[in-house]
């Protein structure tokens, strides 16, 4: 009996109702997410057992990625619930999730401490031990406690091994001061695993609130790739992303490698570059708002960003390191700060003919301004400024883009063509709907090549496959992503307190009927790739979305064929001719052998891990020797009006500088030019 059972009901009960308000959120988390999914998603699927294994093996998948953490035994006790999931969720009995958290931080805290007292054992690097190295896909969960201990010796071993050559790769200065060089670098990486564990431990605000959002997204990964749970701060991450403008600090932060995060870049005009006090390489001690602080050592930059993002830490104090040393506190406020990354230039390439080139890095929007003006006005304006110079034809570059706003791609694509159908909509219920350019003209007339990548995706492909369906543009390089789905964000409940869901909600397909979804648009002329085989394009997602095709539009106004087949040969011929790009498929085949294919097993020896690092290494050095040295023939300069405006600032000046360089130096920019004026000597201007 408590010596005073007052005060104990009093705490038993607290703690009560504590857990008792958590569960309870995150069970009207389920219900509200399975009834979003049900009412908005393109194709909710059936909650019933084969939801229930799917789901489960891929939240296991989340909460322990590597592999690194559960042992065999923890899987073995989850698998009970393999089968009932749906029950659970039909049922709303949210009581399964405590299991899983509890786990994780048992295996966690037993991983922390295997590691910390691995600081006392003499590690041996005699070849005692083999190092295997295989593909992600064959790692298996730990048998016991003992393979835990030798996988993080075997691991921190190696690691240490790695760090001596990669900072001195000359044997004979390591093998000299061997064991000095290990006593002073072992606890640092020690240390360095341990933060990993903590920022686990510290990911979402908790490891509880980490495992309950994981199987929200589970769930809405079961249904597709692209169907996310956003909390709020993560929302604002999302949006701000796609954003010409927002409400920030204007500072951007990274992780060192003594685990500081440290002030990465200030943005020109922003909150932190008008007060004057922070420099780049500052490290960032702590964060403190509405008496809410992040102490940031063993935090991830993931964490600070949402800490930083988070719309109620409007004014944060930031307590910094200086280079020097000394200690300041200083209190920031946000202002409406452009986002350097969203931003669009054009630029001018001559050689025989001007032609305009635009990189565009995402499709951006204004989604504060009424009438939505972001990438498409952008463009317009830098190919107002491009066309006073007299261009003769047009590179729009959409490598790396990611997507973004629809609408900003069917505004783009209507200044392209003079009017008519662009895309097809389908919803869930298996209606259509055609997206269409209503405005009569267009902007450019001229010739145009579009450059994508694998990393092309969604709006960019909806804008390369409209072009290339009215005979606008050569599309050049890569296959794309393979997305033609459409995500909307939406709240879970109308108070906005459970969180959202960002949803699939139609897929779009070309005006054809046709689709690109899993397949990408698959470019009219393929040059070498870097990233082929890398798996990264939607169709190697689980769960992606199917590709099909509905009824396309039969008549609409496409342009004459363009000469495609002469284009081909031409660049071919000048391809296979190009060391350069025989080198980019040289590293290409380097990687996928040493990463994505690597199966090998060596001794733990310094000698061996210095010959494998340095074998690759000058593999790499020799290949890669010719793409860093690359220089065109092409002249690259600022249109009139962007040159004047660049002057008078020095730091855009520099940026400025090295854009020209990185655009001069580009092959598959010089190709473009190449088959753009190769188009302009088949099809004169008129």
């Not at 009093?10 to 009560?16: D, S």
């Not at 569960?23 to 009834?35: G, R, S, T």
């Not at 409209?466 to 606008?472: L, V």
Request: hydrophobic share 35%; aromatic share 10%.
């Amino acid at each position: 009996m408590p010596k005073y059972p007052s005060i104990f009901c009093a705490i038993f009960f607290t703690v009560l109702c504590g857990y008792s308000q958590t569960e309870n959120l995150f069970c009207d988390q389920v219900k509200a997410l399975k009834n979003v999914i049900k009412l908005h998603h393109y194709q909710p699927k059936t909650v019933n057992d084969s939801l229930s294994t799917h789901v489960f093996d891929l939240f296991i998948e989340s909460l322990d990625e590597d592999r690194r953490l559960f042992s065999q035994s923890n899987i073995d006790t989850f698998e009970t619930d393999r089968y009932q999931l749906d029950d659970y969720l039909t049922n709303e009995n949210c009581e399964f999730i405590e299991k899983y958290a509890t786990a994780l931080s048992q295996r966690i805290e037993l991983s922390k401490t295997i590691i910390s007292n691995l600081q006392a054992e003499d590690f041996n690097y005699t070849g005692k031990d083999t190092l295997r190295f295989k593909p992600e896909s064959r790692f298996s969960y730990f048998k016991d406690d003992d393979a835990v201990k030798n996988y993080w010796s075997k691991r921190l071993r190696y690691d240490i091994l790695y760090t001596l050559v990669e900072n001195d790769s000359v044997l004979g200065h390591i093998e000299s001061d061997f064991i000095t060089l290990e006593k002073n670098l072992k606890p640092k990486l020690i240390q360095k695993e341990l933060c990993k564990l903590e920022e686990l431990q510290n990911k979402l605000g908790s490891l509880d609130q980490f495992v309950k959002e994981a199987f929200l997204n589970a769930l809405l990964h079961y249904h597709d790739p692209n169907s996310i749970y956003f909390n709020a701060t993560e929302k604002e991450i999302f949006e701000n992303a796609l954003s010409n403008n927002q409400f920030s600090f204007g500072i951007i932060t990274a992780k060192n490698d003594d685990g500081d995060i440290v002030i990465a870049h200030i943005a020109p005009g922003s909150a932190a570059y008008n007060d004057g006090n922070f420099e780049v390489n500052d490290v960032i001690k702590s964060l403190t708002a509405n008496s809410e602080t992040l102490e940031t050592y063993c935090v991830s930059n993931q964490d600070v960003l949402a800490f930083t993002s988070d719309q109620k830490h409007n004014t944060i104090a930031f307590k910094i390191k200086k280079t020097d040393g000394s200690l300041k506190t200083i209190e920031l406020t946000k202002t409406k700060t452009k986002i350097e990354e969203n931003t669009v230039s054009g630029f001018i390439i001559e050689n025989k003919a001007k032609v305009g080139y635009i990189s565009i890095p995402s499709f951006y929007s204004d989604f504060e301004s009424p009438n939505g003006l972001g990438l498409a006005n952008d463009v317009a304006k830098e190919l107002y400024k491009l066309q006073k110079e007299n261009i003769e034809g047009l590179i729009l570059d959409l490598r790396f883009n990611g997507g973004g706003s629809m609408k900003e791609a069917t505004d783009l694509s209507g200044m392209f063509i003079n009017r008519g159908p662009l895309s097809i909509l389908k919803y869930n219920s298996g209606e259509t709907f055609t997206v269409k350019d209503l405005n009569r003209g267009s902007l450019f007339n001229k010739p145009l090549i579009i450059l994508v990548n694998n990393y092309s995706a969604s709006a960019s492909e909806f804008f390369a496959a409209s072009m290339q369906d009215y005979n606008r543009a050569v599309v050049v390089g890569a296959a794309t992503h393979g997305k033609a789905s459409a995500q909307v964000i939406l709240p879970l409940d109308e108070n906005e307190t459970l969180g959202y869901s960002k949803i699939t909600v139609e897929k779009f397909y070309r005006v054809t009927g046709k689709s690109h979804q899993a397949e990408g648009v698959i470019p009219d002329i393929v040059l070498p790739n870097l990233y082929e085989g890398f798996r990264t394009q939607e169709q190697f997602s689980e769960f992606a979305l199917t590709n099909d095709t509905i009824s396309g539009i039969k008549k609409y106004p496409k342009l004459k064929k363009l000469p495609l087949e002469k284009l081909k040969k031409l660049s071919k011929s000048r391809v296979n001719n190009e060391s350069t790009f025989e080198s980019i498929k040289l590293l290409n085949k380097l990687i996928l052998k040493n990463y994505f294919e690597l199966d090998t097993s060596y001794l733990l020896t310094l000698n061996n891990v210095h010959s494998e690092m340095l074998n690759y290494r000058s593999q790499w050095n020799k290949i890669n020797k010719p793409i860093d040295s690359y220089n065109s023939n092409l002249m690259v300069k600022n249109s009139a009006y962007t040159k004047e405006v660049v002057s008078y600032d020095e730091d855009q000046k520099l940026i400025n500088q090295n854009t020209l360089k990185d655009i001069k130096n580009d092959i598959y920019i010089e190709e473009a030019y190449a088959i753009l004026q190769d188009l302009l000597n088949l099809i004169p201007l008129k």
